[in-house]
C-alpha cells in the first residue's frame, strides 16, 4: 500500500503523534481559509487532543497477523472478548474526554473491508483479503489512526447512486489506469480528520448492476493530492478561538469529532489499495458489516459522555444545595436508567457476537441495532433532564470575559455564588461543560452517527425474525400449521 | 428439612410432577371454596401447565453440590455462563408459554438465601449455610418446584414492620421452641402457590435492631399446616373456567403466575428449615441479593412474551393485507426496539455478573435494576402499540360461543374474515391471544412484579457511583480537585 | 321517518327511558343467548345505566327547529357555545360514571347529517335536508337516544369497499325499490345498541364512482327486522353476572359502551330515512364531518374518567399513607398534566369551531384530530402510572366472596388494611374501580374510538398548511421568494 | 412616576422606537465591554428587530383606563377575548420572528400587578393601586416596552431569601427614605433589557414575616443609575458579529430574547414607583398571578415558533425528494400534533379565564400551568423529530464565507444540491435556520422559561382539587360517604 512518506517510524507518545501530523501538513479549509498546521492550530487542537488521548491510555492487544502487542484501534476482532473490550474501552476514554475520540469509524471499517474482502475473494477469485492484511499490518506497525468516509452528499434522495441527475453525487470510478483507479465525488462527515493519517473510502447503500462503478472500497492517506476537506461548523465552534477556558465548556476536547465535507476531484488511487472494485453484491453487505460494527459502540461512548454530563448535573444540585429534594434525585434517576440502558445494548451485542468466515467476530446485528437506535432517543432525554436540573442560568450565563472584568467580575462572583463553600466559578466551569456535552451539535451526531434512526429500523425489521414469532403465536393461539 | 411425605422418588416428567401436586393435596381458597385438586381444576391447570413445561423443555447443569445433572431452576450459579444461561432459558420457555413459568423468584431466593447465610455464618458463627446446602440437596435431589414469599402486607406504608399499628401486618416469629419458631403474619403476592412443593419465606425491607422479630429466613413445605391461601383476581380470570378454547386466548397457559395472599396463623417450623434468625442486619442484604437476581430476569422472561405479541400482531397485520404500511412497519420496529433493549438489559447484567464470597455469582446490580425498571415503561408501550395494531376488534370481538352457534356463527365467520385465504377463526384466535398477552393483570406484573420502579430507582441512585462521575465532569471542567 | 311504534310520547325520565327499551324488544346476542329483556339483563343494566344518567342530570338547550327545550344530544350547535358545552357536559357526566354514556356518537352522526345533506342538497338538488330535519324534530319531540354505525368489516384492508372479494364486507346497496332500499353487510362496534332508539348508518370511508352503491347514509329503529346484533366481549364481562358489587369495579355503570356487530340481512328502509343514496363523492365529506365531531370530545370523556382514576389513586395513596412522598406527588402530577392536556385539546377545538354553509357549528379539524389523538398515547400512559400507584395488590387482590366468607374473610380484612382509619375493604372497592378503569378494554377504547391513530395523523397532515410553513421559513431564512 | 426624560412623544413606528433607545443610551456589559449604542450593535440588533416588530405588525386594543387605542402589550385584560387575543397574537407574532419578542414578561407583569395592588389596597388601605394605573397610563401613552425581573440569584436554593448567608442574594430594601426607598440584590434571567424602556421588579417565591424586607415590586427605567446589567452568553452568539447572513440562521432576528444579569448596587426607587413595599402576604399571590400570567403563552410563542420549524423541516425533505416517505410523514405528524397541542393549552386557558376583583381577567391556572409544562418536554422532542428530518448535514455543513469562497464554493455548491430545482444555497439557509431555532439556548428557554417544571407541577397539585375527585371515586366504587 501507499505509505505515507513522511511516517518513517512507529508512532508511540502522543508527542510523536502530534508530530506525526504535522509533518502530513495535511489541508483543511474552514472560515475561507486554507489551513495546514492542523494539530497547532485552535480549531483542530482540541480535536486532535481527543484523539491523542488515545496514545496516553492506551488499549492494547496482540495482533492476530504479526503476534505484536498493537493499539486495540487497529484490530481486527478475534474473538467475543474482543468486542466486549472494545465497547469498555470506548466508555471509559470518552469518561475522560467527553468528546468523541474519532477512531472508532476506521476501526470498523477496518473490521468491515477484513470480513468483506475475504467474501469477495471467495466468490469471485480476487486478491482483495491479502492485499488489505499487507495494509493492516502497515497501519498496526506504525501505530496509524485510520478514519472512515461513508456517506455521500447523495442529492435527490429518492433515487439510487446511478439516478443522481449528476452522477458525481456519488462516488465513482472515472478512469480505469493499469496502475490504478481515479475517483470523483464527494463524501459528507468525514469524523477526524484533522488527526488521522488514513481513510478508507467505502460505499453508503446497496446497489445493482448498473451502479458497479459506484461499488468502491479504497484506503489512502489523507492528504492525497485532489482531495479537498472543508470543515463543518458545530455549535459554539469559534469559542474555541476565543481566550479563556471557562466558556468552552471542555476546553481541552472540545466536543464531537469535527466532521469535514471531503470532495474527491479526480484522484488516483493505485490497486494495492483498493479493496473492492465494482464487485457491486457486495456493497450492501459491506454498509451491514460497517453500520453493525459502528453501532455496537454507540450506547459505550455516549454512556461514557453522559457519565459526565451526569456527574456535572450532580454538581450543580449540590452548589445548588439541592440534593434531598424528590424531584431532583427521580431526574438524576432517570438519566443513569438510560445511560445504563444504552451501555447495556453495547454490552449486549458484544457478548452475543459470532464468528464470520473471515475468522473476525461481529457484533449481533439486531442487538447493534437497537443499541444506536435508542441513542437517537436517549441521549436527547438525557441531555434535556440535564437541563432541566441546571436551571435557566445554564442559558444565560455571561461571559468569562466578564466574570473576570475588573469592574463587573467582582459583581458576578458576589451573586451567581451557590451554596456555601461553592465558587460562582466552579458553579460557571460545569454549566458550560453541561451546554457543551448536551447542545446541537452533540444532539445531532448522537442521531444521525452510525446512520439515521430508520436506518437501525430498516435493520431490526429484516432482522427479527418475524415469521418465527407468528409461528410461536399461532401455536399458542391453537391455530393449526399451515402445510 | 422437613421432607414432604408424599414425595418419594425424583420428578421425572411432567406426569410425575403432576402427580406429586395431587398428592400433596395443598389447599387454595378461590370464590369462596377450599379447592385441594390443584392440578386437576380448571381455575389453576393453565397455570400448573406453565410450570410442567419446565419438566419438559428443560435446561439442566451439573449440581456444584453433589455432581449430578439438575434443573437449572435448582441450581446455585456457579459461573456468569450460568448467569446467561438462566436468561436465555427464560426468554426460550416463556415464548412456548407467553405465560410467567412461575420459577425464577424461588431460583432467585434459594441463590439469595445461599449467598447470605454464607455471610451470616462469617459474621455471627451460625450454622445456617451448611443447613442450606442440606435443603437444596434435598430439592436438588426430588428435583421439586420452590416458590418465595416476600412482600408483607404492610399496612401503612410510611411505617416500618415494627411501628405498625399491628404486628401481624408483617410476618414475625412469635414464639421461640426448643425444635424451632412460631410465626405468624401475611405475606402477598405468591406466585405459583398452585404449582409449587416448597416456599422460601423471607424479609421484604432493611431492618433495625427494634425490628429484629421480623428478620426471618426459612422454607417450608407449601402445605403446611397453618398457612391458608386465597387466590387473587386476575383480568378475564372465569373464562378458564368456560367452554371452548378461544376466548381463553392462551388456553394451555393463561397468563401471568396466578398470586396468593398467603396467611400464616402461627405455623411452627423447625431449626433446621430456619436460616436468618434476628440476624436483623443481613435482612437489607437479603432483599437485595433477591432483588438483583429477580430483576435480572425480566428482559429474557418480558422479551420471551413479547415475540410471542410480536408474533401475533404480525399475524393479525397480515390478516388485515397491511403487511407493505409504512406506519404498520414503524409500530412493528418499535415494539421490536423495546423488546430487544429489554433483553439485552437481561444479557448485560449477565455477563457482568461476578462471584460473591460464597461463591455463588449474582448479576450486576445497577444494570439488573435498569432492566427490571425498563419493563416497567416498556410492557406497557409494547402492549400500547399491540392494541393500535390490531384494531378495534380487540375490544369488540363477540364469544366463542356465538362464534360456533348455528344461527349467527355462519354470519360471524362469514363477515369477520380477514384479507384472501384468512379465516374469522384465526383471527379471532391473534386477537384473544393479544388480549390475553396484553390485558390488565399481565401489565401489573410488569409493573410491580421484583419491586416498583421506584424501588429500582432507589438502588441505580445508590450504586451509580455520582461522586466518581462528578470527579469526571470536575477534571473536564477545569476545577481544581478539593483536598 | 320511520316511528317506533312502541313510543308514543316523550321520554321524561330515567323510568320512562328504562320503559321505552322494555317495550321495544330489542334482540341482542350474547353468549349464545339471544336476550330481549335488555333493560332487565345484568350483562346490559349497567350500560343502559350509564345512558340512563344522561335523562337525570340533564344539560337542556332550546331546539333551532321547534324552539323547545330539549336534550342537548339531540341538538345541533347553533353557536361555539354549544361546542363547548357539549365537551364541558361530557367531562362532568363522565365523571359520574365513569364509563362512556354512549351518546355522543349518535349526536356527532346527526350533526354530520345536518351539514352534509345541506351540501347533497345544494349539489344535486335532492331533498335530503328538509327530510332529514323532520327526523330530527322527531327525536327532539319523544326525547330519543340515537347511535351511530360507522365501520364496516372491510375484510382486506389493503382494498376499497368495491374491491373486496365478498362485495358484503362493506355495507351495501342489494335493492332499489318504490317505497325505499334494502341493504346488505355487517357494522362493527357499535356502542350503545343496548340503550337505544334509533341508529344512524353512514359509510366509513371516502369513495369513487365505482363504490357509489357504498355510499349510503340513513336511518332505522335499532329494532328493524333483518338486524342481527352480536354482543361484543369486554375485559372481566362476566362480573357483571357475579354476585356482590365490590369486584364489578363499577357496579353501577360498568365501563366502555359495550359493543355489538351489527349484520344487516337485505334490510329494508324506506326513502323517507334515506339521507345519501350513490352520491359517492359526499362519503369522504360525511366520514370526516363525523370524525371531527367524535374526535372533539374524546379528551372530554375520557378526561372526566380520568379524574375518578385521580381521585381513586389518590384514596389508594391515602390508604398506603403515602401522601407526602415525592416521587408519589410527581406521578400525580403527571396524571393531572396529562389529564388536563386532553380537555385543553377538547376545549380549544370546540372555542374554535366554525359555522357551515348549513348554519351548524363544527369543531376546528386540527385541534380536534390532537385531541383524540392525544388520547390514544395519555390514556395509557394515565392508566399505567395509576398502576405504579396502586402497587401489586390491584392484580393479586382475593375475590369479594372470599372477603366475605366466614373462614377466611377476617383474615383478609385484618391482614390487607390500610393506613389507620383505611378498612380493607375501602381499599378493595378503590382498586377494583382502577382495575376497571384502567383495564384491556378501556384501553382499546380510548386508542380506536373515533377512528385509529393513524386516521387523525393523516387528517393533520392534510389541514396543517405545510405549504405555508414553508412560506415563514422560507422568508427568515433569506430565500427569495419563487415565481 | 418617574418618566423618562429622553421620551418626549407616544413612539409610533419602528423607526421612533429604534430612535428612543438610541436616546436612551442603556449600558450593557458583554464580553468584558460596555455597549451604549444598543440598538446599532450587532450582538443586539436582532433581539431589538424583534421588539420592532411589535411596532409593525400591530396588536391594538382600546385602553379601559383612557379609552384610547394602545398597544395590546400595555393592556391590561378586560375580558375573556382579550386573553385569547393575546395568544393569538403571540403565535402570529411569533411565526414572523422565529424568536421571543420579549414582551409578555412585561405585560404579564402588568396585570400582576394591577391585581395584586387592588388586593393590597383592599387589606391594607394602601395605595398602590392608584399609583400603579397612573404608571399604566404613562406606558399606553407613550407606547413603552416594559420587561419583567423577577428571579433572585439565590445561592443555596434549599433556604428562603432571609435564610441565606448573604443577604444580598434576593433582592431587598436597605434604606427607606421620605422620598422612596434603596434596593440592593441581583436579578437573574431578565428578558429583552436591550428593547426595553421600563423594568417592573418584583419577587420570585412566597415569603413570611421575617422576610418581609423582600417583599417588593417597583418599576423603573432600565437605564436607571445604579444598575448593571451584563448580557448572558447564547449558542452561536458571536455568529451575529459575523459577515453574511446564512450561517446566524435566523439573521433578522436571532433567538430567544438576550438575558441579562441586573445587579442592583444600592438603587433609588422613589415612591410613587413602588407597588409592593413588605406586604410579604401577598408577594406569593404576586409569583402565581405573573406565573399564570406567564405560563398561558407558552404554547402559543412556541406554537409559532414551531411553526417556523416545520416549514423549514418540510422544506429540507422537499429538498431531499422525500415528501413521500411514510416514516417521514409520520414524524412531520407527530410535530403537528404537538406544536397544537402546545397551541390548544394557551387557548383553553385563555377561554376558561375569570374576571378577578380589581376587574382585569386571568387565565386559568391549571390549564396555564399545564400549558407550560408541555412546553419543557414537547419542544425538545419537536426539536429531535426536526433533527432526525434534516440529517446530519445540521451539524457538519461548511460555513457561508467557504460556501461563497472562489475557489471551494463552486465545488459545495455543486456537491451539497437538492432534489433538481433546489440549490445547495437554499439548502444551508433552511438548514441553519433549523439548527438556529432548535439548539440549546432555545430548548433551555423553553424549559425554564417561566419558571422549572417543577414549578408548573407545585400548582397543578395545589389546585387539581384531588379531594373532590376522591369523592367521586368513591362514590363510584360504592364507599359510604364519611362524615
Known amino acids: 500500500m501507499t505509505k505515507i512518506s513522511t511516517i518513517t517510524k512507529p508512532i508511540e507518545t502522543p508527542a510523536d503523534y502530534m508530530q506525526s501530523l504535522r509533518d502530513m501538513k495535511t489541508e483543511i479549509w474552514a472560515f475561507g481559509e486554507k489551513i495546514t498546521n492542523i494539530p497547532d492550530h485552535p480549531l483542530f487542537i482540541p480535536h486532535v487532543n481527543a484523539v491523542a488521548k488515545t496514545y496516553e491510555v492506551k488499549s492494547e492487544v496482540k495482533s492476530h497477523l504479526t503476534g505484536k502487542t498493537i493499539n486495540r484501534f487497529n484490530h481486527i476482532h478475534q474473538s467475543v472478548d474482543d468486542l466486549v473490550q472494545k465497547v469498555k474501552f470506548l ?20 473490521n468491515a473491508t477484513y470480513v468483506v474482502t475475504y467474501e469477495i475473494d471467495k466468490k469471485y477469485g480476487t486478491n ?32 439510487k447512486a446511478n439516478e443522481q441527475s449528476d452522477p458525481d453525487l ?34 453508503t447503500e ?14 489512502c492517506p489523507v492528504n492525497t493530492p485532489g482531495i479537498t476537506y472543508v470543515f463543518g461548523r458545530q455549535t459554539n465552534d469559534t469559542r474555541k478561538l476565543e481566550k479563556g477556558d471557562i466558556d468552552k465548556g471542555n476546553a481541552q476536547f472540545a466536543c464531537v469529532g469535527g466532521e469535514c465535507v471531503a470532495v474527491f476531484d479526480d484522484v488516483f488511487i493505485p490497486w494495492e489499495d483498493v479493496f473492492m472494485y465494482k464487485e457491486y453484491d457486495f456493497a450492501g453487505m459491506f454498509v451491514e458489516a460497517f453500520a453493525s460494527a459502528h453501532r455496537q459502540n454507540y450506547g459505550a461512548c455516549k454512556g461514557g459522555i453522559a457519565d459526565v454530563l451526569l456527574g456535572a448535573c450532580y454538581g450543580i444540585v449540590k452548589a445548588n444545595g439541592l440534593t434531598g429534594a424528590g424531584h431532583i434525585r427521580d431526574k438524576i434517576a432517570d438519566m443513569i436508567n438510560m445511560t445504563e440502558t444504552l451501555y447495556a445494548g453495547s454490552l449486549a451485542c458484544s457478548y452475543e457476537g459470532h464468528k464470520t468466515a473471515s475468522g473476525a467476530y461481529v457484533a449481533d446485528t439486531v442487538l447493534a441495532n437497537i443499541t444506536k437506535h435508542n441513542t437517537s432517543k436517549f441521549v436527547y432525554e438525557i441531555n434535556r433532564l440535564s437541563h432541566d436540573l441546571c436551571g435557566g442560568l445554564l442559558a444565560t450565563l455571561p461571559s468569562e470575559i466578564d466574570f473576570r472584568h475588573p469592574e463587573i467580575g467582582p459583581k458576578l462572583q458576589k451573586f451567581l455564588v451557590g451554596a456555601p463553600g461553592v465558587s460562582a466559578e466552579d458553579k460557571m466551569r460545569l454549566l458550560r461543560l453541561v451546554d457543551n456535552i448536551s447542545g446541537g451539535t452533540a444532539c445531532v451526531e448522537a442521531m444521525h452517527g452510525a446512520g439515521p434512526p430508520q436506518s437501525q429500523r430498516i435493520m431490526m425489521l429484516r432482522d427479527a425474525k418475524l415469521e418465527g414469532k407468528l409461528k410461536l403465536a399461532e ?3 391453537g391455530i393449526k400449521e399451515k402445510k
Open 91 to 110: 466508555r471509559t476514554i470518552n469518561q475522560l474526554t467527553a468528546c468523541c475520540i474519532q477512531r472508532c469509524a476506521g476501526q470498523d471499517a477496518l
Open 170 to 203: 456519488f462516488l465513482h470510478v472515472v478512469e480505469e489506469r493499469k496502475d490504478g483507479i481515479v475517483v470523483r465525488g464527494a463524501k459528507a462527515h468525514l469524523t477526524g480528520v484533522s488527526g488521522a493519517h488514513e481513510v478508507i473510502v467505502f460505499p
Open 475 to 477: 401455536k399458542l393461539a
Open 128 to 159: 482483495y483479503h491479502e492485499r488489505f492484511k499487507k495494509f493492516m499490518t502497515y497501519l498496526q506497525d506504525y501505530n496509524l489512526v485510520t478514519i472512515g468516509a461513508m456517506t455521500d452528499v447523495k442529492g435527490d434522495r429518492s433515487k
Open 206 to 219: 446497496n446497489m445493482r448492476e448498473n451502479a458497479k462503478d459506484y461499488a468502491l472500497v479504497f484506503a
